[in-house]
Each structure stands twice: as C-alpha cells, then as structure tokens.
C-alpha cells in the first residue's frame, strides 16, 4: 500500500442470526483483504415506553430496566463481534478489525447504518438476508433492501 493512502473501510452490520454469521464468513472468504479496515457494527434499538407506562409505573424503576437491558444488549454484540472477529484472524484474514455498538435515538436502525456509513465514508457494506421473499419485506421491511436504496457505496447482499 502507497504510504498515505487510506484504507478501504468495509462494514458489516450484524446481529445474532446465522445470516449475519453467513454474511460475515463470505465476507472474509470473498471479501476482506489484508490492508481493509471492517468495522463489525450491531445496532440495536432503545427500549421506549408508554406515556401509559411512565403514569403506571414507576419511573426509576422504567430507568433501571432501560439501563439494564443497554448494559445486556451492549456486552452481548461486543461478544458477538469479538467471536466474528476471532473466527475471521484464525482463517487468516488479516484485514483490521473494528467492533462497534449502535445505539439508536430516534432513528430507525436501518437508518442509523445509512448514516454509520456516510459518516465514515465506507467503501463497501456487506449484510445477510433472511430471505423474507416479497410478503415478509411487505409487512416487516428488509433492512438489506433499504441498506441497496439508500447507502452511497456498492452493498453486497449474502443470501443465505
């Protein structure tokens, strides 16, 4: 690589399905090269309560359980990374490697890898596919098909 010439980012955005596993493995198979930077990122949506439930419930407590189910969510995407990543240095890849959690606020989370992406001027983003077919997409939306229309950079799609 020419000195001063940046790495190629490539992100992979994962969660706990065996699509994401097959996606991360053809991407190391297929993909990830020696002088990529990947960056592993799972995001995951805050949990909201009611207006209902702030007037029922109590508040602190409402607090704890949204701090608690944080703390969880984020240990166990750092695990699943750092597994993804581990697997991905024993095959060989020796591209550098980067896990990150996404909280979302407001957004949606397809949204947030939209914005995850231009924000680090990704090359390239690699997801599964649960395969949902037409009707699944209709009705629960496919974040892989989102991720095609609104990322600026070329998305591989793994089928699984």
């Given at each position: 690589m020419a000195e001063g010439k940046q790495k190629r980012l490539v992100v992979v955005a994962v969660d706990a399905s065996q699509y994401s596993k097959d996606a991360w493995e053809w991407g190391v198979d297929n993909i990830f090269q020696p002088n990529d930077l990947v960056h592993v990122i799972h995001v995951y949506d805050k949990p909201r309560f009611s207006f209902g439930q702030?007037?029922?419930?109590?508040?602190?407590?409402?607090?704890?359980?949204?701090?608690?189910?944080?703390?969880?969510?984020?240990?166990?995407?750092?695990?699943?990374?750092?597994?993804?990543?581990?697997?991905?240095?024993?095959?060989?890849?020796?591209?550098?490697?980067?896990?990150?959690?996404?909280?979302?606020?407001?957004?949606?989370?397809?949204?947030?890898?939209?914005?995850?992406?231009?924000?680090?001027?990704?090359?390239?983003?690699v997801v599964g596919t649960r395969g949902a077919g037409a009707m699944g997409r209709a009705f629960h939306g496919s974040v892989s098909d989102f991720l095609v229309h609104s990322c600026h950079c070329p998305v591989v799609v793994v089928k699984h």
């Open positions: 702030y007037l029922t419930q109590n508040y602190k407590k409402l607090l704890e359980m949204s701090a608690e189910y944080e703390k969880e969510v984020t240990e166990i995407s750092h695990k699943i990374g750092a597994e993804l990543i581990a697997k991905a240095k024993a095959k060989g890849c020796k591209a550098e490697y980067v896990s990150k959690v996404l909280e979302v606020d407001e957004d949606d989370p397809k949204e947030m890898i939209v914005k995850y992406v231009a924000k680090n001027k990704a090359a390239m983003v």
